[in-house]
């Protein structure tokens, strides 16, 4: 069963955020971290001791908030992408067809 762990953490620069992605991303159990609005780190994953991820943020920010622990909803599956353009008529994946030669050369 997966996990989604919202966790309030202080992140005022680039360098805090790529460090406490690191840090969730060191758990054992994570399977997907991203930022969401308000310093909010949000972490998937089975298995996830979210305690343990808290204290280990709390050790770097010296501030870590669980805010939700809850069930992941299960993303819907995307539509496929078609072709950006149809393939020429005149080629087969498999075989290609070839112009004849023409009998002109030159000279």
Known sequence: MKKKIVINVPMHSEKAKSKAIKIAVAVEGVMGVSI???????????EVDSVCLANCLRKKFCFAEIISV????????KPPVPPL?????YCHPIYCYDPPP???SIM
Do not use: T
């Open 36 to 46: 969401g609005g308000n310093d909010k780190l949000e972490v998937v994953g089975e």
């Open 70 to 77: 809850g069930e992941a909803k299960p993303q819907p599956p």
């Open 85 to 89: 353009c149809p393939p020429p008529p």
């Open 102 to 104: 023409s009998n002109c």
